[in-house]
């Protein structure tokens, strides 16, 4: 079983659809959860991260970590074509340097 | 504003040849990585170096080096250049002590080996 898995999509939706992005991991030692995003030709950026479970709201933007089933999810409302892009969750473990990321799901808003 | 700095965006090389792929970041940062993505494989980690002069193998290092005689810039190298090694090379960096895991990247390297 891969580490970190997530659905490639491609996801498109209309402008304002309420979008949700999902991975499963299978290291229950890990403890930081990442979200990265990256535009086309570019790096990607850390959009926002969790520790533990729970959730956490920037903006438009909700992450949420459920341990118990090895779930973590990045919702977006009332999205823009600005969100056009790959998301990529990422895991942290520890002390090693080493993130593990998923594979990235692309989202294409539609204005 | 965090920079990293990678000093080609787009590389063409032969089969066979040396490559240099130069990352500079200016915020003191003591972690470099340097990663290759892939459509359907993702991201991958080919070597990091949390010191200068120190380096450690990723996942994938098989074909590759690195150099890190400064604190500020992380060389990868490919010491003889394959098809595939066609890829977008990413650098990044991070603070020794961000328990996050939270990391800045450069805006990639396109190679195409022929």
């Known amino acids: 079983q891969k580490e970190v898995e997530q659905d490639p999509g491609p996801l498109s939706v209309p402008e304002g659809a309420i979008v949700s992005l999902n991975c499963t991991y299978s290291?229950?030692?890990?403890?930081?959860f990442m979200w990265y995003r990256q535009y086309s030709r570019k790096g990607p950026e850390l959009l926002m991260y969790?520790?533990?479970?729970g959730n956490k709201e920037d903006g438009r933007f909700t992450a949420q970590v459920d341990k118990s089933s090895k779930y973590i999810s990045l919702f977006i409302r009332d999205s823009q074509p600005s969100d056009s892009a790959t998301y990529l969750c990422a895991i942290w473990g520890g002390s090693n340097y080493k993130l593990t990321f998923g594979k990235g799901t692309l989202l294409t808003v539609n204005p | 504003d965090v920079k990293v700095t990678q000093s080609s965006r787009y590389l063409v090389k032969r089969t066979g040849e040396k490559v240099f792929l130069e990352c500079v970041q200016d915020?003191?940062?003591?972690?470099m990585f340097w990663y290759r993505q892939d459509p359907g494989l993702g991201l991958r980690l080919i070597y990091f170096?949390?010191?200068?002069?120190?380096?450690e193998k990723g996942d994938i290092p098989e074909g590759y080096s690195v150099s890190r005689e400064k604190k500020e810039r992380f060389s990868l190298i490919l010491e003889s250049a394959s098809t595939n090694q066609t890829s977008m090379y990413l650098c990044a960096s991070s603070f020794r002590g961000a328990n996050t895991g939270e990391l800045f990247f450069g805006e990639g390297s396109r190679l195409t080996v022929l």
């Open positions: 969790t520790y533990s479970s």
């Open positions: 290291n229950s030692a890990f403890q930081y």
């Open positions: 915020m003191d940062h003591e972690n």
């Open positions: 170096s949390y010191d200068v002069k120190m380096k």
